[in-house]
């Protein structure tokens, strides 16, 4: 079947511009996660969201970022006034759920959306 | 000292050589572990998955040891193709967010 897909696979933005990444899970999966991987950092979580259940922001770097997630299946990723340390590949995940048999916790990761700010 | 830490690479083998990264991680509640491969400018796909002692899949076998806190990967017979970065990750629980490793790059030469 389909896997996790993501648009645009490559966006160059001006700094202080905003920015919006989107990230359409595999059909079925009721978790989406984001992450982004840069040089120094990493893979490294920002956000997550289980069903209708509040989103786990926790690892959002800043105000400046904010994701939604729309009838349960698509998200956005929304980087507001971007900055150079922005630029990274920005990762979406998914998995069937957060609770239940072993499977259903595996992550499967879309082609990732590859931010750079100039 | 980060959460999940891995052994440093690059790792360069032979074809058919047999190679083991180690994996620790800090969090004794952590539940579930995970195997991602990596290749360059492509998103992690998912290896293997260990939630019990240990897991086995053709070549590859993971296993975990709780009580020293790590997981470990190893590959048997080598190819070229497996060359590429092998990321750990660890789950606090059951579901949720990952913790990734810094990765470790193998490279397997002819």
């Known amino acids: 079947g389909a896997g996790v897909s993501q648009s645009p696979s490559n966006k160059v933005t001006e700094k202080g511009k905003d920015v919006e990444l989107r990230c359409d899970p595999i059909?079925?999966?009721?978790?989406l996660y984001w992450y982004r991987q840069s040089l120094g950092q990493g893979l490294e979580f920002l956000i997550y969201?289980?069903?209708?259940?509040?989103?786990?922001k926790s690892g959002l770097p800043s105000d400046r970022f904010s994701a939604e997630r729309t009838g349960g299946s698509v998200s956005t990723l929304t980087i507001q006034r971007t900055q150079q340390e922005d630029s990274a590949v920005y990762l979406c995940?998914?998995?069937?759920?957060?609770?239940?048999?072993?499977?259903?916790?595996?992550?499967?990761f879309g082609p990732g959306t590859r931010l750079t700010v100039t | 000292r980060k959460e999940v830490e891995q052994d440093p690479g690059p790792f360069n083998v032979p074809e058919g050589a047999t190679v083991a990264f180690n994996c620790t991680y800090s969090?004794?509640?952590?539940?579930?572990f995970f195997w991602y491969r990596q290749d360059c400018r492509k998103e992690p796909k998912l290896l293997m998955s260990?939630?019990?002692s240990g897991n086995e899949d053709g070549r590859f076998t993971a296993q975990l040891n709780r009580a020293s806190q790590y997981i470990s990967l190893l590959i048997r017979d080598s190819k070229l193709s497996d060359s590429a970065t092998y990321l750990c990750?660890?789950?606090?629980?059951?579901?949720?967010?990952?913790?990734f490793g810094q990765g470790t790059e193998l490279s397997v030469k002819p």
């Open positions: 995940a998914s998995s069937q759920r957060t609770s239940g048999g072993p499977l259903s916790y595996e992550q499967y």
């Open positions: 059909s079925g999966h009721t978790a």
């Open positions: 969201f289980q069903g209708n259940s509040a989103p786990d």
């Open positions: 969090n004794s509640a952590s539940q579930s």
């Open positions: 260990v939630y019990s």
């Open positions: 990750a660890v789950n606090r629980g059951w579901g949720g967010k990952l913790i």
